[in-house]
């Protein structure tokens, strides 16, 4: 069993157009997470997310929001898309509380045309 | 604030060869430490994790030392393997920082037979 999924692994879409990413998790996790790694590896946090708190990283346009149905969901929806916007984006989870490790997923693959 | 910064890559070894990758992080309160690996197409893994100060995480022959007095969570290998070739990633999550993972830019590592 997978642990943290998202679909789809591959995305080529063009400028404008809408997209969603989606990420489920099975590990009973309350804390689910976006990262966006760019062509050099650098993973960047976008959001963090439990059912009581959506944490914003502020560096990140308003076109990304993520929508969170339920507590092993979050998925994630861009508005507009951008050449830039090409990158991996990963989804994660954790549990809360001190020491406690994100699991990944294998991550999804856009490419803006 | 807080951050990791580790040393950049790209490095390259020799099979058997022993494998430094240095990571130092400076964080408010009480932070636990991780290592995470890549491999080439797939999400991150976590290879090893430290909680507080001289703890000793390790795992398939990695091992890194919780340093609080030099605020460094060094990686180390005896004896690489070229199946160790990936990217590596120092990161730390403070409990005061919300569930926040703090990622460093990651250290890629190819081990030539």
């Known amino acids: 069993d997978t642990a943290v999924s998202q679909t789809p692994k591959y995305l080529v879409t063009q400028m404008g157009n809408d997209k969603s990413i989606k990420c489920e998790q099975n590990?009973?996790?309350?804390?689910m997470y976006w990262y966006k790694q760019d062509s050099k590896k650098f993973l960047k946090i976008m959001f963090s997310?439990?059912?009581?708190?959506?944490?914003i990283n502020e560096t990140v346009p308003n076109r990304f929001s993520p929508k969170s149905p339920d507590k092993a969901h979050l998925n994630l929806h861009i508005n507009s898309l951008e050449l830039g916007d090409s990158a991996v984006y990963f989804c994660?989870?954790?549990?809360?509380?001190?020491?406690?490790?994100?699991?990944f997923g294998q991550g999804t693959r856009l490419t803006v045309v | 604030g807080n951050s990791v910064t580790q040393m950049e890559g790209p490095v390259t070894l020799s099979e058997e060869a022993f494998l430094t990758i240095n990571c130092t992080y400076t964080a408010t309160g009480y932070p636990s430490l991780f290592w995470y690996v890549q491999y080439p197409g797939e999400g991150l893994q976590l290879l090893l994790k430290a909680t507080k100060a001289d703890d000793k995480g390790s795992n398939k022959g990695f091992e890194a030392t919780y340093r609080k007095e030099t605020t460094s969570f060094h990686l180390e290998k005896g004896s690489v393997q070229v199946s160790d070739s990936a990217v590596y990633f120092c990161?730390?999550?403070?409990?005061?920082?919300?569930?926040?993972?703090?990622f460093g830019t990651g250290t890629s590592l190819t081990v030539i037979p």
């Open positions: 590990l009973g996790h309350d804390t």
């Open positions: 994660a989870s954790s549990r809360q509380g001190p020491a406690r490790e994100a699991f």
């Open positions: 997310y439990n059912n009581k708190e959506l944490i």
């Open positions: 990161a730390l999550s403070a409990f005061s920082t919300g569930n926040q993972f703090y």
